[in-house]
């Protein structure tokens, strides 16, 4: 899996109910066709993005199907997660 482009935004909490920051991530990501991840229509990842007392952590994320927006029941490996997180951070607004 690699990271080709991002989007990312910072996610207000207008009712203060969310301890720190939250930042949404639309990732572009590239993967082997032999990849179960693998789309023909493109193949998405959102990050929901924390940071709270200087810990930064996925929240939530989930794979999409870029074209159709339509949600993939994958998970990310334990190298992959990591790969994101450092990304995340590296690139949060």
Do not use: W
Not at 48 to 58: A, L, N, R, T
Request: proline share 1%; with cysteine; hydrophobic share 35%.
């Amino acid at each position: 899996m690699e990271i080709t482009e991002h989007s990312v935004e910072h996610l207000e909490d207008p009712f203060g109910l969310l301890k720190g920051e939250r930042y949404e991530f639309l990732l572009d990501i590239k993967v082997d066709e032999e990849d179960e991840l693998y789309s023909e229509l493109g193949t998405g990842l959102r990050i929901i993005f924390s940071v709270e007392d200087g810990q930064q952590k996925i929240a939530q994320y989930n794979f999409f199907e870029k074209e159709s927006g339509q949600v993939l029941d994958f998970e990310l490996e334990d190298d992959e997660e990591e790969m994101v997180l450092q990304y995340c951070s590296k690139h949060m607004g």
